[in-house]
């Protein structure tokens, strides 16, 4: 991942009128959307699975970045993940507290086979050294700034030197992952994680929403 990303969550949008949204991020030159899975079980909240996706990598041409916060019982990883399998679908992200250290490393294996971009997320009360054994083996490290679950929350600052930590990690070992931040990122916060120095900026009730009257203007802003 070369130039600095900025993928909007679509968790806010109003689902009855999702084309409007993806309409504006689509003329706003949103090249990556941000899909957030939730089970009711690893999170509080349930969301959407495969079938919305299916529907708008159809119909757009966005690149999918999808984060699934979710536990996976009953079911091989490989199994649950093949539904997502779609087109433009780059890179899913999975929790290190949501899966046994079997199943992350199926993940892995399974992103590998389907050329698909791996990640992992840490919650806030996680620490970075808790994944260091899967670092050079992933394509992206998910940092959380809120805890999962819902959107438009305040963004909690400890994920900032965790940032910073990944930063030195990747240099000194020359590790490949890109460093994303997802959370309570708004036109003050967003300039806490650039200082951090992330890759990729997830942004959910900033960008998408139908308050969101200036969206343009804000892409810019984040965008720095
Ligand atoms: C939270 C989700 C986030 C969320 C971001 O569980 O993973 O992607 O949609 O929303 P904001 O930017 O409003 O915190
Ligand atoms: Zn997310």
Redesign the pocket.
């Known amino acids: 991942m070369s130039k600095f990303i900025v993928a909007p969550?679509i968790?806010?949008a109003n689902f009855l009128d999702l084309k409007t949204d993806l309409n504006k991020l689509e003329q706003a030159n949103i090249e990556w959307i941000?899909y957030?899975v939730?089970d009711y079980n690893f999170?509080p909240?349930l969301s959407f699975g495969p079938k919305i996706l299916s529907d708008i990598v159809e119909k757009y041409n966005f690149k999918m970045d999808l984060?699934l916060?979710v536990k996976i019982v009953n079911l091989s990883v490989e199994d649950y993940l093949k539904p997502f399998l779609l087109k433009n679908v780059e890179q899913i992200t999975i929790h290190f507290e949501a899966l046994d250290d079997e199943q992350i490393f199926n993940f892995i294996d399974f992103c590998k086979k389907n050329k698909i971009r791996s990640s992992i997320s840490i919650n806030p009360d996680t620490e970075v050294k808790d994944i260091e054994k899967y670092l050079n083996q992933i394509d992206n490290v998910l940092i959380?700034s809120?805890?999962?679950?819902?959107?438009?929350?305040s963004f909690i600052s400890n994920s900032l030197k965790k940032i910073e930590l990944l930063n030195f990690l990747r240099d000194l070992n020359k590790f490949n992952y890109s460093i994303q931040v997802?959370?309570?990122?708004?036109e003050d916060t967003f300039k806490l994680v650039q200082d951090a120095k992330v890759d990729m900026i997830?942004?959910?009730?900033?960008?998408v929403g139908s308050n969101v009257t200036n969206l343009n203007e804000r892409v810019k802003k984040l965008e720095g």
């Open positions: 969550s968790l806010t941000h957030d939730m999170v909240n984060h916060m959380m809120v805890h999962p679950g819902f959107g438009g929350q997802d959370g309570g990122i708004n997830v942004a959910g009730s900033y960008l």
